[in-house]
């Protein structure tokens, strides 16, 4: 069995995040053993196949906002996705000392 790329070590991170917790891209990268390159983690999410069950929407910025633009379709779906497992999100961002894993 081969080594899990650096994008499959970020899904499985993000698959490891429970329901009605968030987490940052930087979280997430040094979870994943990637050390500063939460930029990367955008990407990594932005490329997860048809039909997967990563839940992307758990994963904001570190000041707890959420990082599409505001009013857009994918913001709107990341905010009541979140808002259906409990998160509370008001304008757009997320109570990091509520709501981090």
């Given amino acids: 069995m081969s080594e899990p790329t650096k994008d499959q070590k970020i899904w499985q991170v993000v698959l490891a995040v429970p329901e009605g917790r968030v987490v940052s891209y930087g979280q997430v990268a040094e979870m ?56 509370e999100v008001i304008n757009g961002r997320v109570s990091m000392s509520r709501f981090r894993w």
Avoid: T
Avoid at 59 to 65: F, K, L
Avoid at 69 to 82: A, C, K, N, W
């Fill in 32 to 87: 994943a053993g990637l050390g500063r390159q939460a930029r990367y983690i955008g990407r990594a999410l932005g490329k997860l196949p048809a039909g997967h069950s990563v839940p992307w929407y758990r994963v904001i910025r570190s000041n707890g906002q959420i990082a599409f633009p505001e009013g857009s379709d994918i913001f709107r779906e990341q905010v009541s996705r979140l808002e259906a497992e409990g998160v």
